[in-house]
Structures are given as C-alpha cells and as structure tokens.
C-alpha cells in the first residue's frame, strides 16, 4: 500500500468515513416491475477476477514499521459485501432514507472493504444500486471505472467468467512483516527513479527542482496562510445524506465557450455560485472559500484497479463574487496559471515522499492534509462514460458520485459525467449542515444566472431580424443558435 492509499485509513475515524462510492439510478425494461438482484449478483461475483483487490483486507504490518498491506480473505463471501433491499417499490423518501443509512456506515476492517446495495423496486419502474469503496483502494476515477464491472454498454450481460478462485494461504507475522517492508521499498524506489529519471538531462533537472520548489513554497503558503472560516468547518457526526442535482451536458458545454474556459472551469464556476447561495442562505457573509481539487496524475500502463494516483491542488473558490461571469473568468484564470506553474507535478512527488517519514509523522501529516486549515471543502470532477449503461436488463439514467469528508468537514461537492449529462452529488452532515437539502435548486439557479451571463456575447453574433422581413439566417447564426 502507498504513503497516500494509508494515508485515508490514518484519518479515518468513527465520524469521518473514507469511502468514495456511488448512487445509480436504474430505468426497468417495459413489463418489469423488479430487477433481477439474484442475477446481478451472480454477474458481480463472475466479474471480480478482474478486481482481485475486491476479494483483500487489509494487513496491518507487525509493529507499524511499514504501511499496511493487502491479502486474499480466505473467508471471503459475495453476500457479506452484496446486500438486498427486500421489499418495494420504495417511494422516493425512503429510497433517500435507505442510501443515507447505507453511506453513513463505516466499510468494517476485517473484510474486503467494499459494499453494494441493491434496491429492486422502486417507484415509477426505477431500481437502484449503491456502492461503496474505501479511499484506500480506489481513487475516484478507479471507483468509477471498478463501478463499471457492474454494468454493461447492452441489455444483454456479456459472460466474463475467469477461473475458479482460490486464496492465497495466510502468511504468518514475520512473512508479512518482509512483504510490507519489501512493497514499502518498491514505492519509494519508483518514486527516486522518478526523480532521477527527470535529472538525467541538466535541463530537464533545472526544470524539475523549479517545480519542486514552487510545490513546496505553494504547500508552504498554503499551510500558513489558513483557509477562511466558514460554516462548513464544524464538528461533523457520522450521519451523512446525499443530494443530487442533473444539469444537461449541452446547457454546461455551452457555457464553457465564455473566454476559453474548460468544463471544469464552468463545473467550478457554477459550484461557486451554488455555494455563495448557500452561505446567503445560512446567514452569513458570502466570502471566497479554498477548495481541494484531485487531479488524476494516472499514466498509460498505470493499473487502473489498484490504489490511488492522485494529488491535489488548492484552488481559492470565487463564492464572494456577486458577478457570476467574473467567477468563470477568475476560476479560468486561476486553473490556468495552476496548469502552467507546474505545481501540480511537484505537488505528486512532495506527496510520494511521504512515505520515507517514520510513521508518527506519516499520521500527523495525514492530519493536517485533512485539516480544515488547509481547505474548506473537496470538489471532484470526475470524467464518467459518455455512452449509456446497463445492470441487470435495466438502463443506468443516472451516476451520481460520493466524495469523502474528513472530520470538521460538513461538505463534499462530487460531479460525475455520464452520457448526456453533468451529475452534481453533495455528500453532506445533514445535521451540521440543515440547508444543504436545498442545495440542488441553488445549484440549478448558478447555472442559469451563468448562462445568462455569458448569452449576451452569443447573441450579439446574430444578425438583427426586421419586423416583416424574411432574411435567410446565415451559417454562423444558425450555428449558434
């Protein structure tokens, strides 16, 4: 296991969960009022041989001397980790009843730790199926991608059988002790190689110390220079709710037109407005906040089904601006200067030498990366299949992400991107944070305020229309219209 995959089992407590995971909703096929759960089960348990991982506990290593390892449970079963809602079809209030129960358990140690709930029935001829995973597997994208041995591009289930599994035999205390020691090895060898592959060149090494330097002054300023006070840095408990939001793809890519910005520029931009709504709301002064932003650094060749290959960038959330065009512009701006400091990079490597720490420092700076310190809240933006998806016979309508909070965090912002749409999910203390229910509609009113901000350019393109006349639009205009 990595520095970084230990590090969200380290801050992990009873109030702060570390898995990410999932909420699909499932469209039954015409005449069918219940899904198959036997059926997908049986899919689920033929497919883990492409995840060997789902099948491992985790191994602490005697003493603490190395970081934990993964090992076959020799007493695995699919029905400890599959579990099926009897009964339906559920209404919509106890679906969200049932998916916040589900989330705000803790994924227990002495297993593989993963869980799937099935819900069969639900109104209207919807099912539904919740995962979870925890951080110390998968990163984001890897739970999204693991997400998808679940479903299929077909009604049909294409048969992926392997063979018949067999555990690897338990180790006794001193094998694991030299495993974990050798696997530590192995993570601080390939990040040394890292470095000193970019140093062969005196160039290229220049370089590299620029960036390494620049991601140290910018962790530096980030640590000293605390994130503002804001009302989503409380005390949290263990009970977490999940609010959902859709946003068409198309209303999101035509925004992102504005001055060159990105998806994630307008994803951001459009959170930012949302979120200076909600503070309004609560009573306080609308004010900009730090988030913390994963960036995938995962490379052709990475195992994409086995830990995290991540790092993070701070990324100061424009929710003080009244001016919903001027939040895309800076966002735009900000990302881009992110993208071409390079910090982003030396941030990776600051972060996979922290494994080489004795372990009472490894903890203390799990802790603080974690802290509300350093970032107000987590905003994910996770690129999801652009096709449509089936389980069981049934079409996947929507996926919406589940993004850890650690403790004095009451508040995480997960936007997946699957087929024709943008899912925005805030996983929430409900009771830290009473008002994020009403997040989804504050959501909805960014995105317009910010569509409407940005039309006025388009439509100055477009050729004025006599009253009475019949002119032919011209290419452009049709275009953009």
Known sequence: ??????????????????????????????????????????????????????????????????????????????????????????????????????????LPRDRPLWSLLVLPAVDRRRAAVIGKVHHAMVDGLAAVELGLLLFDAGPEATPVRGEEWRPESENGPVRVLLDSLADSAVEQFRTARRVASLGLSPGEGIRMASTLRKAAFSLAEDTVRPAPPSSLNVPIGPRRTLVKHRVSMARMLRMKQHGGASLNDVVLAVSAGALRRLALRQGEEATDLRVMVPVSVRREGDDRGQGNRITFAFVDLPAGEPSPAARLERVRDQMGELKDSGRVAGTEILLRSVGSLPEPLKKRAARLAASPRLYNLTISNVPGPRIPLYAGGARVRSIYPVIPIPEDHALSLGVLSYDDGLHFAAYADPKALPEVRRLPSMLEEAVEELSVAVAPRERLDRPRRRRGAHTRPSLSSARDG
């Not at 506990?57 to 970081?67: H, K, T």
């Not at 007493?75 to 209030?93: C, E, M, T, W």
């Open 1 to 106: 296991m990595s520095a970084l995959d230990a590090s969200f089992l380290r801050v992990e407590s009873p109030v702060a969960h570390m898995h990410v995971g999932w909420f699909s909703a499932l469209e039954l096929p015409r005449g069918i009022d219940r899904l198959d759960a036997g059926a997908l089960i049986e899919q689920i348990e033929s497919r883990l041989h492409l995840a060997p991982r789902f099948r491992q506990r985790v191994v602490e290593a005697p003493l603490g001397v190395a970081e934990p390892g993964w090992r076959d449970d020799p007493s695995f079963r699919i029905a400890d980790h599959v579990n099926v809602h009897p009964g339906g079809p559920l209404s919509p209030a106890a679906v969200r009843r049932v998916v916040d129960d589900f989330l705000s358990e803790q």
